[in-house]
């Protein structure tokens, strides 16, 4: 089983609309969770870190479920700059590396 | 300053050629990565050094052999690479290892003819 689960879309969404992706990880022992953006051709840039208590940048909010081992990230008033794909990643004490969702890929359109 | 810096942006190289690629920052972080990604998938770890010393060598090639020169630079010497090995290859800095947020510079498009 993978690390992390994404779905890989594509979504396909209006100017104006809310997104919401969902990402869902297998090892409990996880405790740092983000999202990044990486634009065609660009490199992966964080987006913001997932907290327990959810947080929320501009039109961007990310929650955490630890119980059910789920992230989702919401996306408000979409606008086409926001087309991108959106990586899940996680990280744990004891390894070496982050841990990539296989990322779920967002076209704005007009 | 959360910039990671690359050279070169694009690299065509034959089969039998040597070549480096080259990863410098300046942001006190201990830990350094690369990665390779080929198109619409996510990256996939290569080495990680974690103070200067290597980490983690995921499998991968010899033909591939990073160098980690101090603590803001890292390497990737190339020789004898695959037409499959074509990639955009990232390289990413943290604050440590484990499960601290990764900065990845803009990469080395490379084309192995």
């Known amino acids: 089983r993978k690390e992390v689960e994404q779905d890989p879309g594509p979504f396909n969404v209006p100017e104006g609309a809310t997104v919401a992706f969902n990402c869902t990880y297998s090892?409990?022992?996880?405790?740092?969770f983000f999202w990044y953006r990486q634009d065609c051709r660009k490199e992966p840039k964080l987006l913001m870190s997932v907290y327990s208590s959810g947080n929320e940048d501009g039109r961007f909010t990310a929650q955490l479920n630890r119980a059910s081992q789920y992230i989702s990230l919401l996306i408000r008033d979409s606008k086409l700059s926001d087309s991108a794909t959106y990586l899940c990643v996680t990280g744990r004490t004891g390894a070496n590396n982050l841990f990539f969702g296989t990322g779920t890929r967002l076209t704005v359109i007009p | 300053d959360t910039e990671v810096t690359q050279t070169p942006k694009h690299l065509v190289m034959g089969m039998t050629n040597k070549k480096s690629l080259k990863c410098e920052q300046h942001?006190?972080?201990?830990?350094m990565y690369w990665y390779k990604q080929k198109a619409k998938k996510p990256p996939e770890l290569m080495f990680v050094y974690s103070y200067e010393k290597l980490s983690i060598n995921e499998s991968v090639p010899s033909r591939f052999s990073p160098e980690c020169p101090n603590s803001s630079l890292l390497n990737l010497h190339l020789h004898a690479l695959q037409p499959e090995d074509s990639a955009l290859y990232l390289c990413?800095?943290?604050?440590?290892?484990?499960?601290?947020?990764?900065?990845f510079g803009p990469g080395t498009r490379l084309t192995v003819t």
């Open positions: 990413a800095s943290s604050p440590g290892l484990g499960s601290y947020e990764q900065y």
């Open positions: 090892n409990s022992a996880s405790q740092s």
């Open positions: 942001m006190g972080h201990r830990a």
